[in-house]
């Protein structure tokens, strides 16, 4: 079965798989071996998928399942295998907590201001990745040499896609990266941070904020809340954040709070009220 793997991944790679989605491939299929006790791809039946899958469920997320799912339908479709198979169910719609403007502005860079030695490192790096909504493993990686700051722009490599993208730079990001690519040279990075070094920083502020529950992936979602109330449609958030299925995206925006919705409602009463009053 070793040999069969190794075929298996050689065909990931062939249809442009991302390297992640490889590993991650690779590894869930080897546990579905091990647990099934499989000698041979042609061995695998429905009812051995099913059962398999079942007792997935008992353990782990619907998330996790639909994962391992995944991995053995294009095992399967590798190995030119028809058999019927469980549909991937869409994991139930949680509400995302995410870290509002306000409190990214008001709390999060202040504490930074005054806890962090070389703080303006540490707040161009967290503003990045609040504004950008890309994932700290592919911020890591950003060189200088991607960024076109006159143009508002970078050019990221995005790993899970395996693919180049164009990312837009807001200017409150871009006045903080201006500040701090003039107060230090680039050595291992745009950032001179490692991965370690990034998620570190949430380590920390986590420890000083424990209220606000900081982590690199939520600052993703509030990238992509925060878009969404600006105006930006789900499917050019989708295509922001380089999700395949826009149900994926409807995840990770957090709907308006209904005392949101009615201040937003008395704001435009208000405005349209004023107007009609200023034409009388």
């Known amino acids: 079965m070793e040999a069969i ?14 390297k992640n989605t490889i590993d991650a491939y690779i590894t869930n299929i080897k546990v579905f071996i091990q647990q099934t006790a499989i000698s041979s791809p042609q061995s695998i039946t429905s009812e051995i998928v ?5 007792l997935l469920k008992t353990k782990h997320s619907q998330a996790t399942c639909n994962q391992h799912l995944s991995a053995i339908k294009n095992f399967l479709d590798f190995n030119n295998i028809l058999i019927r198979v469980p549909k991937a169910k869409i994991p139930q719609k949680k509400e995302v907590k995410i870290t509002t403007p306000d ?20 707040k161009a790096v967290l503003a990045f990745l609040y504004y950008t909504g890309l994932r700290v493993e592919d911020a890591s990686r950003v060189t200088r040499s991607q960024f076109d ?26 006045d903080i990266l201006i500040r701090y690519f003039a107060s230090e040279a680039e050595q291992i990075n745009a950032f001179n941070m490692t991965l370690f070094m990034m ?6 502020l986590r420890w000083m904020l424990p209220e606000l529950k900081l982590h690199p992936h939520k600052f993703r979602k509030s990238c992509a809340t ?6 930006m449609s789900l499917e050019n958030i989708q295509q922001m954040l380089g999700h395949k299925s826009i149900e994926t995206t409807q995840i990770y925006v957090q709907p308006q709070t209904f005392d949101e919705i009615k201040d937003k409602y008395l ?13 009388k």
């Not at 099913?50 to 079942?54: K, R, V």
């Not at 990214?104 to 030695?117: A, G, S």
């Not at 395996?162 to 807001?170: F, V």
């Not at 009463?269 to 004023?274: C, F, I, W």
């Open 50 to 54: 099913n059962s398999y899958i079942a």
């Open 5 to 18: 793997i190794e075929q298996y991944k050689t065909w990931l790679l062939a249809n442009s798989r991302a």
């Open 226 to 231: 925060n878009a969404y109330r600006l105006g």
């Open 103 to 122: 409190e990214f502005n008001k709390i999060v860079l202040p504490m930074v201001e005054r806890e962090f030695t070389n703080a303006i490192k540490a």
């Open 199 to 204: 998620e570190n920083l949430f380590t920390k």
């Open 267 to 279: 704001t435009l009463e208000k405005a349209k009220l004023t107007k009609q009053r200023r034409i």
């Open 149 to 174: 700051l006159e143009n508002n722009m970078l050019l990221a490599n995005i790993s899970k896609q395996n693919m180049e993208k164009k990312i837009l730079i807001p200017s409150e990001l871009k």
